[in-house]
Each structure stands twice: as C-alpha cells, then as structure tokens.
C-alpha cells in the first residue's frame, strides 16, 4: 500500500513538472508572435454582432485593416442590443451593427455621429424537409409566417432582443399576428445554438444568410423562404460619438468606418465567402 | 454603482410585486437543483461511505477519479449530457433534450461526484475509535456504521450545501441542456446570461440578487437544522 501511493505521487509530480515545462515553451513562443507585428499600433475596441464574427468576415478584412491604418482592433461580439449598450457607456470606440431603428435612435440620442451604411446580407427561414406548414418556395415571408401560426408548426426564435430577434419580431408584426403557444419557442440564446435548437426539434426558424451557411453542413434543416424583400437586413458603422466621451478613439473609429465603406474594403467585403460557399455572405452598399 | 442601485430597486420590485415569469423562472430553478441535490445524495452519500469504509482494489483510483470530477467544467457534464440525449443520441427516442429532466442529469453528473467525494473524505476523517466504541457497546456491524455515518454528519451536510451551491450557481449546462426556452426551461442563471447579452444589465443583477437570497434562505434552513442536532455537543472553543 505504501509503495503504491508513493508511486502514484512520483506520477503525479511527474505530471505536474511536465505540465509546467509545456507550459513556460508556450509562453516563450508567445513575444515571437508579437514580435511580427508593427511595434505602435494602436488599440480600437469594436463592439459587433455575432453574425460578423461567426461567419468569419472580421478574420478576413480585419488583418488588412489593421494592416493599412496601423490599428490592432478588439472584436467584442455579443447581440445588437449589447453592442450598442457598449456604445452608449462608452465602453467601446466604434460598432457595428444591424438594427436599423435602434441605430437612429443611437445616433438621434446624441451617443453615435456619422453613421454609414456599409452592407447587407440576408435572412432566410430554414426547416425540416417534412415541411408541417407547407412554406417551401413561398416568395412573400408574410404568407410563410401566417401559415405557420395557422398550423401551429414548431418555430424557434432567438428572443434574445439582437438584431435578428428584431427583424423575426418586425415579420410578425408586419403579418399581425402575436405569436404564442407552445408551438412558438424562445430560446434567447445566439444564432448557432438557435440553429442547433431548431434542427432538434425539427422546427422552423429565421436565420441570417452568413450563419446558415457556415454551419449548414452540421444540420438537416433547409432552406424554405428566401429573397424577400422583407428578408434583408442592413448593417451599418456608427463612430461612438467624442462629445459625449473624451476617451473615445474617434479618429481610430472614423478610419475604421471610412476603411470599411471604401472601395478597397467593399471590394473584400463583397469577395468574402466565394471562394468557401460559391456565393458571397453580404452585399456592399456604402454610398 | 447606478446599475448595481437600480438592480437591487429592480430586485425587489420583482420580488414584492411577483412578476409571473421571474416566478416561474424561480420556482424551476429550485425545483431542478433541489431534485438533482436530492438524487445526488441518494447516489453519493452511500458511495462515498462505502468508498472510505470497504477495502476495494483500486481505490485509490476511484477516489482520485471522484475528487476530479468534482471539478467537472459544467459546460463538459452538459454536452455529455447532450450527446446521450440528442435525436440521434443514445436516449434520443425518449425525447428528454431541452426539459427539466434533462437538467436534472447534467446537475446529478455534476452535484454527484462533490457528495461523494466530500462524504468520503468526512468519513476518512474519523478514527477507528467510533467503530470500536461503538462495537464494544455491542453494536452490530449496521449499527456502528451508522454511528459512524452520524459523527460524520457535519461532512456530509458540507457536501450538501456544497453540491447545492455548485448546481443553483451553474449556468453552462443547463443553457446546453435546457435551452433556456421561455415558459419552459429558463432559470435564474440562464436569465442572468440573457439579460446581460440584451444589456439589461440591471435586471440581471436584480435576478442574481433574487438567486443569492434563495441560496441564502436555503443555507440558513439548513444551518438551524445543524444547530438543533447539535445543540448536545460541545463546539470547539479557544479559550
């Protein structure tokens, strides 16, 4: 017995001291990194929407980005509704967002200035190929979402108050109806889990363009609504506004939405997911 | 500080006005972890005693096992949980993905292995003495391991609380497992996450309050029960 736990503790310090070793050549590798890197850039912190994010399109023009204007910027993702309470506490330079009216009374409230468009990209309703509703095809997305209150079909929504929640809210609105039941499931999580949700409950859903297809592979659900007009959804870029808070980086905010809404940074924004989907994820449309 | 001002308003506005979904929302949270606690020390109380009192090859192993899974990240317990229960998982004909049953296991899993390990190590505690004295006042073999289990009590109330703690406070396996559906599967820290992603960060902090009360209420119950079986016996005192 006592030899026993006397080899199970030379294993363990064993363990341990080959942890640390690991360890300390991770955090000797770490200054190389640093080291490629223009020595004063400069930090912007972006407060954005999951969808950005998750489709990749930060990971693809954000280097070039920090490249040009010398900045390193720091992506906070969250819901529109958080970003833009980053915006409003000043807690963030510039945001990113897609809520059209929450981003006029952003910037009416006195807390963004300059707002601009940059892109859009589009939602769609996706569910399972058994089709409870019999929505596949229908072109007007008001007729879909009639159907399926009418048939009570299973519908998860994100109803967590982001910019998605919004435009699925805005549908039903629109088609004047106030959904609720058991059929109608608010799960108030991100996109990928709503996606996620729905496959497992064989339920319909609205889901943006860009996360649909990074994840579509891992899931049954299919397409059954698309390209209507009440289905697009615009972002912009708001500069938090200076006035309100000193500390802000406007002139790093204002370079970052003037880089966005430029020829080279639609032109990036615009390529972005051919190459992995065959189509690309947003549409630019800076004026 | 405006925000933590506003929650505690918004706290107990919530409370004293009884706002029918923080009700809910309450009421399923108590009864998810109350009932994983309660299977949790159906399931560890007898397997730590017996793990501290039997003589089993490898058990040094299994306790070092338990102690480990006494750190289970709670995000790892529900995506275990999940893949037994999902459509295409093992259990998945029982559809119990994103109920309350499903919540209850992943809590189990993770509340489980605190009561054990803990019990095991309140019992280790104690010296070969309480068997002894309690056999030579002719206790049968049930009987002085009942005794034992009764010195140890104060471990395995700790072990309790302790469990309780983890699985009330835990917020990523049940947003797994649960899905935080309104009306449904939503509790108080699956609330917590979706405020504070809406920005409401005051309601947020006014339901944390609402959580933090409960536990308090709980412990508090709990330690009176202590008091009273213990009202006989002498604490320690430095004198």
Excluded at chain 1, 111 to 136: C, H, Q, W
Aim: hydrophobic fraction near 45%.
């Amino acid at each position: 017995m006592f030899k026993k736990s006397k080899l199970t503790l030379i294993i363990g310090l064993l363990m341990i001291f080959m942890m640390s070793v690991l360890a300390g050549c991770a955090q000797e590798e770490a200054p190389d990194q640093s080291a490629d890197q223009p020595p004063a850039a400069k930090e912007l912190k972006l407060a954005t929407t999951t969808s950005t994010e998750d489709s990749g399109l930060l990971d693809y023009i954000l280097p070039e980005f920090e490249k040009d204007a010398n900045y390193k910027v720091q992506v906070i993702a969250v819901g529109t509704g958080q970003a833009i309470e980053m915006g409003e506490a000043g807690d963030v330079d510039v945001i990113l967002v897609h809520s059209r009216a929450a981003e006029d009374k952003f910037v009416e409230d006195g807390f963004g200035v300059d707002r601009r468009d940059v892109m859009y990209n589009d939602y769609l309703i996706i569910g399972s190929t058994e089709d409870p509703a019999g929505i596949k095809g229908e072109a007007d997305v008001l007729k879909a979402f009639v159907a399926i209150q009418e048939k009570q079909a299973p519908f998860v929504s994100r109803g967590d108050n982001s910019g998605t929640d919004k435009k699925e809210k805005g549908i039903w609105k629109k088609a004047e109806i106030t959904p609720e039941g058991d059929w109608y499931i608010e799960v108030g999580q991100g996109m990928g889990d709503t996606f996620r949700m729905a496959d497992e409950k064989k339920a319909y859903t609205l889901i943006d363009r860009a996360t649909y297809l990074a994840l579509k592979d891992n899931y049954q659900l299919e397409p059954m609504v698309e390209g209507s007009p009440d289905l697009l959804n615009p972002y912009g870029v708001i500069p938090v506004n200076p006035e309100k808070y000193a500390h802000v980086d406007f002139e790093g905010a204002t370079a970052f939405a003037e880089w966005l809404t430029s020829e080279k940074g639609q032109q990036m924004i615009g390529e972005f997911g051919v190459d992995e989907y065959g189509q690309a994820l947003f549409v630019p449309d800076a004026k | 500080m405006e925000i933590l001002v506003q929650g505690l308003k918004e706290g107990f506005l919530l409370i004293w006005q009884m706002d029918a979904e923080i009700f809910d929302v309450t009421l399923l949270s108590l009864q998810v972890s109350l009932t994983a606690l309660v299977l949790s020390a159906l399931i560890g109380v007898p397997l730590g005693a017996a793990l501290a009192l039997t003589k089993v090859r490898g058990k040094q192993v299994i306790l070092n096992t338990v102690y480990t899974l006494m750190g289970l990240p709670p995000v790892l317990a529900g995506l275990l949980v999940y893949l037994l229960l999902t459509s295409r998982g093992l259990l998945g004909q029982y559809e119990l993905l994103f109920t309350p049953a499903a919540m209850v296991m992943a809590q189990v899993l993770l509340a489980a292995p605190i009561v054990c390990g803990l019990t095991a190590r309140a019992v280790l505690a104690l010296n070969q003495e309480v068997y002894d004295t309690a056999a030579t006042l002719g206790a049968t073999r049930r009987q002085a391991t009942l005794s034992i289990m009764r010195e140890a009590r104060m471990g395995i109330i700790a072990a309790l609380t302790t469990a309780l703690g983890r699985v009330i406070a835990e917020v990523g396996a049940v947003m797994l497992v649960g899905g935080n559906i309104r009306w449904s599967t939503r509790v108080l820290t699956t609330s917590i996450v979706l405020e504070t992603r809406m920005g409401n960060f005051s309601t947020a902090i006014a339901i944390g309050i609402i959580l933090l009360t409960i536990s308090f209420a709980i412990n508090l119950f709990i330690l009176t029960l202590e008091k009273r079986t213990f009202r006989y016996e002498n604490t320690i005192q430095i004198t």
